[in-house]
């Protein structure tokens, strides 16, 4: 059972901690509770499995050319997507858009309040919707990523068993479904309880559930990592029962390593006498879906060769200039780089510009293939 008082503190200081300790990023532009909901759903579905510091660079351009949900509905795919581009994982901006449609025609292009209508929208899930719906309107919502569930389990310490296994909840996975189970849980009393003191004592919660929500992240962002917690600067340090016990640094377990499945891909670069390069569109499903490349081959068992290259592609004079490896989510991908001549005529793509190459949607592995971004590369542009 928690204990009311002690969660009573963890939610005050936690809070008063992220009012005065947060980072400062583009998207918190107002306090917790009193942002606009649809940059909070355009900063979230960015940071998932996206490095802060390459949000930084893409957030404030893409809610400059689409300030709003209307904006981004009217907009053509490949325009987002362009602007998308570095990002990774463009299934997201996809949804995004998507998203935009359904406040646009769905609700009277105004962005939902509810919940479960935040949920609704195209690829939003739970936890973007508990997001948007603490952070941006401080509705009493949980929300349950890494850093938040590591925080709690060291807070918490939970020894007791799940009903399937006998080993405790702080010694598994964090990612096995009893810790999730127990984490948003535990997650939403919190939110409860944040909403509740917020209504009768509004200044023990400075940014009300969103305060406490993006202050768990935040804690487990900055100070409660991985590898290293800062205990001596933890505002909830004297509160925390693994600091007690010595164990923070062995909870949570390490998670089980991902295995990832391999694929070989071949990419040519071929330039025309006028400086153009042949570049593709790939299909509208799958992995990259929709993106610009170098004409491509790829293979799961083996590294496409120099002859099925020519083969499929019309092109000749061929010639291996850099090999590289890229992981995806479910992917090993080791990518092998060669340039060629025109032939008779390419088989497939167009040729295109730097700036229409730069203006496009392209994967970073892509980036680093056509534009040459790595150090040492020489442009064929
Ligand atoms: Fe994490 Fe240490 Fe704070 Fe506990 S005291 S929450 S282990 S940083």
Not at 10 to 18: C, M, P, T, Y
Not at 262 to 285: N, T
Request: charged share 30%; net charge neutral.
């Amino acid at each position: 059972m928690a204990d009311p008082r002690r969660d009573r503190a963890i939610i005050s200081r936690i809070s008063s901690w992220f009012a005065t300790s947060a980072r400062s990023l583009p998207w918190r532009d107002a306090p917790p509770g009193e942002r606009d909901p649809y940059r909070a759903l355009v900063a979230e579905l960015m940071l998932q499995q996206t490095q802060v510091a390459r949000v930084i660079e893409r957030f404030g351009t893409f809610v400059e050319r689409f300030p709003t949900a209307a904006d981004l509905a009217r907009a053509d795919e490949r325009d987002v997507l362009a602007l998308w581009s570095g990002l990774g994982y463009y299934r997201r901006a996809k949804a995004l858009h998507a998203s935009a449609k359904s406040i646009t025609d769905d609700h009277d292009g105004e962005f939902p309040t509810d919940p479960k209508a935040i949920r609704a929208l195209p690829g939003v899930g739970r936890y973007t919707a508990g997001a948007v719906a603490s952070i941006a309107l401080g509705q009493p919502e949980p929300i349950v990523d890494g850093n938040v569930t590591r925080v709690m389990l060291r807070l918490d310490l939970p020894e007791h068993a799940a009903p399937d296994a006998e080993t405790p909840l702080c010694e598994r996975d964090p990612s096995d479904r009893p810790v999730q189970n127990w984490a948003w849980s535990r997650a939403g009393d919190l939110a409860t309880r944040a909403h509740d003191l917020q209504g009768r004592e509004p200044d023990e919660v400075p940014g009300g559930v969103g305060g406490v929500n993006e202050g768990l992240m935040e804690l487990g962002a900055t100070v409660c990592t991985v590898r290293s917690p800062a205990c001596a600067r933890c505002p909830v340090s004297s509160l925390c029962r693994a600091k007690r016990a010595g164990r923070q640094g062995e909870v949570p377990r390490p998670k089980a390593g991902v295995a990832r499945v391999p694929l070989f891909c071949a990419s040519v670069l071929v330039r025309r006498e006028d400086g153009r390069l042949l570049v593709e569109r790939r299909g509208d499903e799958g992995m990259w879906a929709g993106l610009l490349q170098a004409p491509t081959l790829e293979r799961d068992d083996r590294p496409p060769g120099e002859g099925e290259l020519r083969d499929a592609l019309g092109v000749d004079r061929l010639s291996r200039v850099d090999t590289f490896d890229h992981t995806t989510t479910h992917r090993a991908v080791r990518f092998d780089v060669w340039t060629g001549g025109p032939g008779d005529g390419p088989r497939r793509g167009a040729w295109m510009t730097r700036e229409e190459v730069e203006g496009g949607a392209l994967s970073s592995a892509q980036r680093r293939i056509l534009l040459r971004t790595q150090a040492g590369q020489p442009s064929l542009f």
